[in-house]
């Protein structure tokens, strides 16, 4: 999916300007997409009228651009197979029960003293941690929201680096292990403990069309789950460890899920 798809996604609804209206009509899978919209969006049609509404198709064949013909007959095997749309928030549920249970299990099995390590006064603690899970919530809903808006690169980007400087400058400046030890396996803990919320929130994102930025902010949040975990558990609280071994695996997995998204088929394209 190119921008000019993810610009046609965010003004679907709405009169496309010139130069979308142009790239709609040489990109297929747009063609799909805005047309497979118009239909949907106009007046509902009951399960049982989904027959005669394709027979219909057959005598308007020859008035019909291929393109278009494509999106209605999209349009009515999607509403075949489900008239229904499943409700949004179900799969928000779903993913903010997964980050609850990943941050929870990684304490647990990490931990076998005290839950929390960090050596820092506890109003930094508590307070970066709740900053920690406001972005985590904050990621998953842009990212699954059905609502049709523009997600700025800037935002996410800008939130982002706010959250990981915090991390950087509120630790203790207490050292654990040797730099590399503790490199190595705070970076393996953290991927570790991403796996499984990054491949649901993936599934998730696959069932829309392919949006950058939405992409990047699911990924952010996912990852945060075990931001928080290593920023609760972790003794090492210098400013070099936190960098590279807490805040730059965090946003290298930003991009992971951005890079694995996009290789990943839409099932599903309605809006």
Not at 243 to 269: C, D, E, K, M, Y
């Amino acid at each position: 999916m190119t921008p000019e798809c993810s610009r046609v996604m965010d003004c679907l609804g709405e009169t496309l300007p010139p130069d979308l209206a142009a790239h709609v009509a040489r990109c297929q899978e747009c063609q799909v997409v805005t047309g497979g919209f118009e239909y949907i969006s106009g007046p509902s049609l009951a399960p049982a009228a989904l027959a005669s509404a394709s027979s219909s198709d057959d005598e308007d064949d020859e008035d019909t651009l291929p393109g278009q013909l494509d999106a209605r007959r999209f349009a009515l095997e999607a509403l075949a197979k489900q008239p229904k749309a499943r409700p949004w928030w179900h799969g928000l549920a779903l993913l903010v029960g997964v980050h609850a249970a990943t941050v929870g299990g990684g304490l647990a099995l990490l931990s076998r003293d005290f839950w929390v390590r960090n050596a820092a006064h506890s109003s930094l603690v508590v307070g970066v941690g709740v900053l920690i899970l406001a972005l985590l919530a904050a990621g998953t809903y842009v990212a699954l929201s059905p609502q049709r808006r523009v997600v700025p690169w800037v935002a996410v980007l800008a939130t982002s680096g706010a959250l990981g400087l915090t991390v950087v400058l509120t630790g203790s400046g207490q050292q654990g292990k040797s730099f590399l030890a503790g490199l190595v396996g705070c970076m393996g803990t953290e991927l570790a403990v991403t796996v499984v919320p990054l491949a649901v929130t993936l599934v998730l994102l696959s069932r829309s069309a392919f949006h950058p930025a939405r992409a990047l902010a699911a990924g952010l949040s996912a990852g945060a789950a075990s931001l928080l975990v290593l920023h609760l558990h972790c003794p090492d609280g210098t400013a070099s460890h936190l960098l590279w071994g807490h805040v730059v695996p965090w946003l290298g997995l930003g991009g992971i899920a951005v890079l694995l998204r996009s290789r990943l088929p839409t099932s599903s394209h309605a809006p």
